[in-house]
Structure formats: structure tokens, C-alpha cells
């Protein structure tokens, strides 16, 4: 079982800076891909970034590149998203999720990820 609870939303105004956490829980973190996903209001969730298990690789969804970090400590069971030069269109819900580690679902794909946490709000205003 794997438990994972987001941190660091916010309100922040157009061009800011917020970082989010998710820490993990379940000593197999380090072994899987973890994702950031984010749901806006009326839409559907939507694929931020994702970062392989040992950090070398990592994907960014086009709308976030450039100005999205994501990052990972395994000795501490978190993962990072570090969001730069933030727009009212960043406005969602951010999800943290483990991905199953199958390949029948592409990265960006959420129904390859099996755990979720609770999801922390970031708003951005313009």
C-alpha cells in the first residue's frame, strides 16, 4: 500500500513561483515512476510531468515546459514540482500519483498510475 499526500499549494499571482511536495509512504517509492497531474475546473485531469524512478529522466506536458521542475529524493520519499512563471491557466488541482510501472499506458497517461493523494489547489491570479 502506498499513501501520498501533496503540499505547498496556494494563491500566487501571475508570474510566480510556488513549489509543491508529495511525500510517499511505502519503502518500494524509489522503484517507480511518480507523476504530477493537475484538473482545472470543467476539465478533464491532465498530465503535468513525470520523473522515472532514478531521476534520470524526466517529461514535461508542452503547455508546462520550461517553467515546470520536477524532481525527486528517494531517501526521502518526496517528489518535487517546482512551478516558475505561473499564468491563470495554471489554476488546477494537483495531483501526485505512482505509476503502476506497466507499459501498457504511456507516461502521460493516468490510467497508468495506481495511487493518488488528495490533490492541493493552486490558483493563480491575474
Known amino acids: 500500500q502506498v499513501q501520498l499526500v501533496e503540499s505547498g499549494g496556494g494563491l500566487v499571482q501571475a508570474g510566480g513561483s510556488l513549489s509543491l511536495s508529495c511525500a510517499a509512504s511505502?519503502?518500494?517509492?524509489?522503484?517507480?515512476?511518480m507523476g504530477w497531474f493537475r484538473q482545472a475546473p470543467g476539465k478533464e485531469r491532465e498530465f503535468v510531468a513525470a520523473i522515472s524512478w532514478i531521476g534520470g529522466n524526466t517529461y514535461y506536458a508542452d503547455s508546462v515546459k520550461g517553467r515546470f521542475t520536477i524532481a525527486r529524493d528517494n531517501a526521502k520519499n518526496t517528489v518535487y514540482l517546482q512551478m516558475s512563471s505561473l499564468k491563470p491557466e495554471d489554476t488546477a488541482v494537483y495531483y501526485c500519483?505512482?505509476?503502476?510501472?506497466?507499459?501498457?499506458?504511456?507516461?502521460?497517461?493516468?490510467?497508468?498510475?495506481?495511487?493518488w493523494g488528495q490533490g492541493t489547489q493552486v490558483t493563480v491570479s491575474s
Open positions: 511505502g519503502r518500494t517509492f524509489r522503484t517507480y515512476t
Open positions: 500519483a505512482k505509476h503502476g510501472g506497466g507499459s501498457t499506458y504511456v507516461i502521460t497517461n493516468a490510467l497508468g498510475y495506481d495511487y
